[in-house]
């Protein structure tokens, strides 16, 4: 059974900084690239940033320099750290592994609020 579990998120003050974190189980972990969305109140999910299964990142344009995304092969796990939070980066985070031949796998997500 695949699971990705992501954990991290929480209530921040602007300016602030959170470290979210996505644990994987059932799949091999090396053989997919990680990806994370967000999702606000209201609004799409929207692509945030993706890392390669060899560690390549790539990233919104928007976000580059606030956001860095990660990845621990032998931990199975990939994180999202992001820096100098504004309100409106207020929304559930949502990781995803696809294997880019189709199969893919999301998480229930996690809520970051950011409030003054």
């Known amino acids: 059974q695949v699971q990705l579990v992501e954990s991290g998120g929480g209530l921040v003050q602007p300016g602030g900084s959170l470290r979210l974190s996505c644990a994987a189980s059932?799949?091999?972990?090396?053989?997919?690239?990680m990806a994370w969305y967000r999702q606000a109140p209201g609004n799409q999910r929207e692509f945030v940033s993706l890392?390669?299964?060899?560690?390549?990142?790539t990233y919104v344009d928007s976000m580059k320099g606030r956001f860095t995304i990660s990845r621990d092969n032998a931990q199975n796990t990939a994180c999202l750290h992001i820096m100098n939070l504004k309100p409106e980066d207020t929304a559930v985070y949502y990781c995803?592994?696809?294997?880019?031949?189709?199969?893919?796998?999301w998480g229930q997500g996690t809520q970051v609020t950011v409030f003054s």
């Open positions: 995803t592994a696809f294997d880019g031949l189709g199969t893919e796998y």
């Open positions: 059932g799949i091999i972990f090396s053989d997919y690239a």
């Open positions: 890392i390669t299964s060899s560690g390549t990142a």
